[in-house]
Each structure stands twice: as C-alpha cells, then as structure tokens.
C-alpha cells in the first residue's frame, strides 16, 4: 500500500510529465479505463495514465520505475484475470493509440499499441488486405500477437506471431528499441510468444495478405448428435487444407440447452470451399445451420455476438494432442454438469502452416498439431452469488482433461495461478526465453503471465523487501 504523500508525489510528476491524462477513482475516465472484458475481475488501480504518445509510455515507464511502484499495460482488456490492472499502482492505458498505417505496396501494416483487431482489419480491408487475428474484434492485437494470436486464418498464414515483422518498445528503463530480425534479434525472438514481459510494445508492423471473400460455415447441433459431430470434426481437421479453420465445442443452445457448434471458415476457391461445406453438412443433423461469403472483418463480428457483454468469467486452458474417446468423454460429461447455461468449451485445431514452422524460431513452444481448449465458465451478475460453485466447474474440468493433455497450454490464457502451466508451455524453448527476460527488464517490471520461476524476493533499490510473483 502506498503513502498517501508517495501517490500525490507521483500523480503530480505524472501530470507535469504526460500530454495524456491522469485518472483517478472517481474519475469517469478512471470507471470506463477499469471496466474490462470480465466482470468479476474487481482490481483497482492507484492512478490510469491515459497515454497519448511513446514520450508519454517512456514517461510512465521512468516515474514508476523511480518510485518502485507497480506497473501495468492495458491495450484491448481481455486478459479474463485483469492482469492489465495493477491492484494500487500504475496503469497504462492504450486506447488513445490505436492507430494503423497500411502500406499496400509492401503488404504491411503498422499498428501502434492499443490497436484491436477489427482497428486493423477496418484500415486493412480498405485495400484489400487482411490479417492474420483472433476471433474477436475487440481483442489488443499487440498482446494477441506477443502470446500466439489463433485465428481463422491461422492454418494458412501462421499464428499472428509469424506474421510480425518488427516492433517498437519502451523498455524498463524507458528506453525506446527495435526489435526485428536484425536488430535486438533475441528481444523480437521472446516478445513471439513471450506475451507483455519485456517492455511496452508502443507499435508493431505485421505482414498483411491478399483479401478475398472468405466462407463462414455455422453449425449448429443437438446434444444428442455431440460425441459424433465432435468425432467427426476430429477426423475432418486432421486431413484439412490450409485454407479450412475449424472450430468446434459445447454451447448453449437456442433455449439455453448444451448444443454443439462447428464453426468453419474457409479462405480459399470459394467452389472447393462449398464443396468441402456440402459434404461436411452431411455430418447428424444440425438444428440450425449458416452457410455465407463474407469479408474477413465481417467474419469477427459475427464471433463478437457469443460474447456476453458484462458477464463474469472464468476461464481455463489446456492443449489436447487429439480427440480420444477418453478426452471426449470428459468434455462431455462437463457439458452435461455445467453450472451455467451460458458456459462454453471450444476447441480450436492448429494444424497447417504454423506447424511446419520450427519450434526454435519463435518462443512460442508447441509448433506440433494440437487441440487448444478454451473452458470458459460465464455468469450473469446476478448469478455472482454462486461464483465459487462456477468457478470449480471450470477448475475441475481443466484438471480432469490434464491427464489426457500436453504439458502447458495456450500462456495467452494462462495466468499467475497456473506457473507451472505457463512454464511448461514453452518446452526446449524456456531458458532462452528467461534468459531474455533477465537481459532486458532485470527488475521484473513488466508482468504478464508468469515467464519467472515463481516467488522470488528481491531486494529493491528502496531497501523495501518485494515479493514477486510474476
Ligand atoms: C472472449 C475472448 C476471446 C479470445 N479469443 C482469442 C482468439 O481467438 N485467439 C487467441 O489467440 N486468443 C484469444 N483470446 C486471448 C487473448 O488473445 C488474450 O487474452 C490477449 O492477451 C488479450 O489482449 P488485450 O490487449 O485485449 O488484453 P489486455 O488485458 O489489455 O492485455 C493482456 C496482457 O498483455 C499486456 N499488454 C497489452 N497490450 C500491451 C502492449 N501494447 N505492450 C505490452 N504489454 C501489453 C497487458 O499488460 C496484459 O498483461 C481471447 C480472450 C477472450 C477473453
């Protein structure tokens, strides 16, 4: 806890310092910056630097660091543990730079910090290009990218970490490097994969791809048809081209009943696409079924609708090798105990282009085809009451699907809770990528999830005792 007389300290040199404003709680500014994707997150800052520029990132950066206060990044808020608010320190918040410049002739884009993806898409899409995103609008396309950034177009192009080309960060120190194959080589080879731990990204400039319409096939199916349509899906990806995403899992259903889904896109020649759809529709018997062409930013927004705005969240992660009759039938057995109609399970296959790249060229560590599986326990607020009862549902599945997953799992999902999970994601990959993080920001200020062996205690320039955990 900081002294009333260290805060007005800080806030006044912030102040002096910054073009940006300075919000506190009370401030309307400060109740918008603080409200983020999930609701049952409740940590609240000391003060949000709504910063307008890299000067003012830099400033941020040297008054925190000075003060030993704590020091967070917020770009688009979807981290669902809130790890962009630091609980009594300092936010920088990003959505005053959420600028992007296309450069057509050379098919790339640079995008500052708090760029979104449907920011990217928008300026893309005018010149018919597109971007390797996730697949929601809304999500910081700067710690999408750091973490491994799955998408629709994932199997063709890469993660969106494959398609970063360079970046631009204010380093612990306040710093501003580059950070590209040649120059700070093993700083660009960490922030792929190594999500928001090395700096502040303040822009990225990502490769960009040609545009075309692309095919969006949603299917939905009954509860009754799940073990075969899941089974199914399994075989379809596994033989997949390039060009076809799949994603498949458990959802409510029209009157809040556990359903399937089988979300398809196909980016490709749209006849080979219809074909490839009007033989996969032959798969049970959907209740509802959408085939359409569309623009790839179309595409997003379409996702964006199974996002329940306000909702509390818990979220999970593990990487499933394959889909074995043993996983499938845990998955399905946590289908039919969910404790909340409006909790999810999705499965999303990454096979294709991102797994014939080495594991050793990013830091990303599971290059091999894979199942990431998103378990996603969602409640309404007036449902918070039973948050514990939600809360375990979640935990439980996770730790029930363990048996039959990879080491790791997604670290864009993964939190300080799970170290272990989080180290284990990066396999061959995680010395050089501590050694990395020790090099550039030796003092352990940027925190996303834990990269760190966990519960050191430093001694601070201060002389006060730290405990971190980051
Ligand atoms: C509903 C939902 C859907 C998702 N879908 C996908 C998906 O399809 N594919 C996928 O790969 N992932 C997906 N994710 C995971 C998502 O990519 C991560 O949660 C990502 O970190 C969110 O970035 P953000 O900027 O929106 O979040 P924030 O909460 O703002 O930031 C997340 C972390 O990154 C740091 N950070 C943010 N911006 C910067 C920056 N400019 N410089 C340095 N550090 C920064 C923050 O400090 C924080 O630690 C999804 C998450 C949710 C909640």
Redesign the pocket.
């Known amino acids: 806890m900081m002294s009333q007389l260290s805060r007005q300290r800080v806030f006044f040199e912030l102040k002096a310092a910054l073009q940006g404003e300075v919000v506190v709680p009370g401030d309307y500014l400060y109740a918008q910056s603080v409200k ?3 609701a049952a997150v409740n940590k609240l800052p000391a003060m949000i630097a709504l910063c307008e520029n890299t000067t003012d990132i830099s400033s941020v950066v040297k008054i925190a660091g000075e003060h030993h206060w704590k020091l ?9 543990s ?3 608010l630091a609980e009594d320190g300092i936010v920088i918040d ?1 959505s005053r730079m959420r600028g992007v410049k296309i450069d057509a002739a050379k098919k790339e884009a640079t995008i500052e ?2 760029a ?1 993806a449907g920011d990217l898409l928008a300026a893309a899409d005018q010149f018919d290009l597109v971007a390797v ?4 609008s ?7 990218t ?6 629709p177009l994932t199997p063709k192009y890469g ?2 970490l494959d398609n970063l080309i360079s970046a631009e ?1 204010v380093l612990s120190d306040g710093r501003l490097v580059n950070a590209g194959e040649k120059e700070n080589p093993d700083l660009f080879w960490a922030i792929k994969g190594g ?2 731990n ?5 822009s990225m400039k990502i490769r960009l791809h040609d545009a075309q319409p692309v095919l969006s096939g949603q299917f939905l199916y009954p509860w009754s048809e799940a073990g075969r349509v899941m089974m199914a899906c399994n075989e379809y990806a596994k033989s997949a081209p390039d060009e076809l995403s799949v994603i498949t899992g458990i959802v409510p259903g029209p009157a809040g009943e556990c359903a399937v889904i089988v979300a398809l896109c196909w980016c490709g020649d749209l006849h080979a696409g219809e074909m490839f759809f009007a033989d996969f529709s032959r798969e049970g018997k959907p209740l509802t079924q959408k085939v359409q062409q569309m623009r790839y930013k179309d595409l997003l927004s379409q ?1 964006d609708t199974f ?1 329940t705005k306000g909702n509390y ?1 818990d ?1 999970k992660t593990r990487w499933l090798p394959d889909l074995t009759d043993e996983s499938l039938a845990v998955l399905m057995k946590a289908g039919a105990e969910r404790t909340s109609d409006q909790s999810t399970i999705l499965l ?1 296959y990454f096979y294709g282009k991102p797994a014939r790249i080495p594991e050793s060229s990013s830091a990303f560590g599971l290059r091999k085809p894979h199942i ?1 599986v ?1 378990i ?1 326990s969602s409640w309404s607020a007036g449902d918070d009451v039973y948050r514990n009862i939600h809360t375990k549902w979640s935990r439980e599945l996770s730790n029930d699907l363990a048996q039959h997953a990879l080491p790791g799992g ?1 670290p ?2 993964l939190t300080t809770e799970e170290p272990e999970q989080v180290l284990a994601a990066y396999g061959k990959n995680l010395a050089r990528l501590q050694r990395t993080k020790s090099f550039f920001d030796p003092e352990k200020m ?4 834990p990269i760190s062996l966990p519960a050191t205690i430093r001694m601070h320039k201060n002389k006060n005792l730290v405990k971190s955990f980051r």
């Not at 090395?198 to 303040?202: C, E």
């Open positions: 983020i994707w999930n967070t990044v917020k770009g688009g808020g979807h981290d669902w809130g790890l962009a990003l910090g708090g979104t995103t996730g697949t929601g809304t999500i910081g396309m700067a710690a999408l750091m973490g491994g950034g799955y998408g993660l969106a960060l999500g928001g090395f700096g502040v990204v303040v996702f996002e969240n979220m999303q990431l998103l996603i997604y864009n999902v940027f925190s996303s999830y």
